[in-house]
């Protein structure tokens, strides 16, 4: 029985090395026909064409051609450790960008509930208008509860840029008393086996959530393409725009596509943080930081870095 049970553990793994090797080399074809067959996915004036995008967005073929991507872009960096260092750099610089615009959402954020509040306390105005020839006028319960969106660009949209600052709360046990090497070594776990996955499922959850408030009949992440290509012959979009109260937000369907940013740019800067912490366990310790852009508040301000 022992010896039936070694085996069908063998067999299952050798099995799924099969599979995983199988997925591998198919990802080239699927890169490569979905590349030269544009109009297959990307013509959304054809309802079969929307349902193969949203089969393929959330699939095991997508999946398979972006950790493909992935590993051909590890061994290219391997040998050659200045084109590492350059998607480093261009990806720290991607999150760095993309921060620090959409930060500025948080000073919107505080500028509209000042206007609010004086137009409820002050003026007595159940609505108000915002624009140039043609206005957004919406009630005051609109813009009062649009905060939340304001927020969730902060949340979503800056969460690789924090990242790249040191800005994130840590829980330290052990880290702070290994050596350099270890650290890196820690990293380099914690962001292929926590991030990427982490990331990968939210995408997951987040991809289909977001079309089930899209569009009709709602897809599901257990159907087949030949399934949704069924569905597709009733297709028709219903975008979501059911607010919380009678005349309050009703462009929730954002939140359902910034859960979808967000998931992709942490897999992506899960890549960047793997790309430098192996890099910084190879080159040692002089290598730390190297080349990372922080924010600093300017000279004499130095005290009070990392403070926050």
């Known amino acids: 029985m022992q ?58 073929e997508f999946f398979f051609v972006v950790f493909t991507l992935f590993l051909i872009l590890t061994a290219i960096g391997i040998y050659k450790r200045e084109f590492m260092w350059g998607m480093v750099r261009g990806l720290e610089g991607f999150a760095n960008g ?14 509209q509930q000042i206007i609010i509040v004086f137009m409820q306390r ?13 206005a957004l006028e919406k009630d005051i319960s609109w813009f009062a509860e ?6 969730a660009l902060v949340v979503c949209m800056c969460v690789t840029y924090t990242f790249v600052q040191g800005g994130h709360v840590r829980v330290d046990l052990i880290y702070s008393g290994i050596s350099f090497r270890a650290k ?23 991809w289909f959530f ?57 897999f992506i800067h899960a890549a960047a943080f793997f790309y430098r912490s192996l890099l910084e366990f190879i080159e040692g310790q002089g290598s730390e930081n190297k080349y990372l852009d922080k924010d600093t508040l300017g000279e004499g301000e130095e005290a009070y870095e990392g403070a926050h």
């Open 3 to 60: 010896d039936d049970t070694g085996i069908s553990f063998f067999g299952a793994l050798f099995n799924g090395l099969i599979w995983l090797v199988q997925n591998i080399a198919g990802a080239f074809y699927n890169f490569g026909y979905a590349v030269t067959h544009p109009q297959l996915w990307l013509d959304w004036s054809d309802k079969t064409s929307i349902m193969r995008f949203v089969y393929y967005g959330g699939s095991v």
């Open 98 to 111: 993309i921060g620090r615009f959409f930060a500025w959402a948080g000073l919107i954020m505080v500028i």
């Open 122 to 134: 002050i003026f007595a105005r159940p609505d108000m208008s915002f624009g140039l020839g043609i």
């Open 146 to 151: 649009e905060l939340k969106l304001y927020n």
């Open 184 to 206: 890196r070594v820690v990293d380099m776990v914690g962001s292929i086996i926590f991030m990427m996955p982490a990331a990968v499922l939210t995408w997951m959850y987040g």
């Open 210 to 266: 977001l079309w089930r408030h899209l569009i009709v009949p709602k897809p599901s992440a257990s159907d087949q393409l030949d399934r949704l290509i069924m569905k597709a012959r009733a297709l028709r979009w219903n975008v979501e725009t059911i607010g919380f109260s009678p005349n309050g937000f009703n462009g929730y369907f954002l939140f359902k596509i910034l859960l979808v940013t967000f998931a992709g740019i942490v």
